[in-house]
């Protein structure tokens, strides 16, 4: 699989920095969290008109917002024809766009999108992706992501506070992409900290940082979270590009 960061920004985008938003690739394309600022990223690396589903991992505004531009793209812009989009969200996702867009806007959002509800456990394949999802503890409803194609697996975490069922959700991971939204302890995101002990605990390959706390440097989360994992840890940045894929080497954990 090829993940494709191409935003990792909390609460607003900067000009060098969209909100949260990932593409996945393996035959199939996914776009992960559609906050603002990504659907210009998005085309850097292909059409909106060739993406094979959207997975959105809860309402807020900036994991959402570019699937409204998505909507006039694909609804009035040149760009091809093609079949209703799979958009993989919370179960009031549909009618939170109609509010923005109009009552009378409900028929074009139904030609372009076709909502499914993370409310339901049954998973979803998509191409070659197996598409897994666990409800997190945040301040809406919200969901992880579990990701499986050529023998390698991904979890994102979205938004979410520290449980034993994301821990359980993850185990075995090659890649945890973790959200550090907290920079101490809020009931509603992960610390760098809760970001490493997650990957400790879920035995995983390799930790990626995004979507980190205002006002946390990079440089800072890295550390903090390797205080808790002693894998490889690294931090996301809009145009990275990361093979998923096992790790060759063991990879010890750091008591903590």
Known sequence: ???TILGTASHYPTPATPCSGYLLEHGAAVWIDAGPGTLTELQRHRSPASLDAVWVSHAHADHTADLLPLFYALAFGD???RPPLPVLGPPDLRSRLVGFLGARAAGDLDRVFAFES????????VGDLDLAWEAVEHDVPAWALRARAGGASLLFTGDAAPSPGLTAFADGSDLVLAEAGADRPDGS???PEDAGALAADARAGRLLLTHLALGLHPTEAVERASTRFGG?????RPGDVVSVGPVSVAVPTVEG
Do not use: I, N, Q
Request: hydrophobic content about 50%; cysteine-free.
């Open 1 to 3: 699989m090829r993940l």
């Open 79 to 81: 760009l091809p024809a």
């Open 118 to 125: 993370l409310a339901d456990p049954r998973g979803r394949r």
């Open 189 to 191: 995101h992960l610390t």
């Open 232 to 236: 490889p840890v690294a931090a996301a």
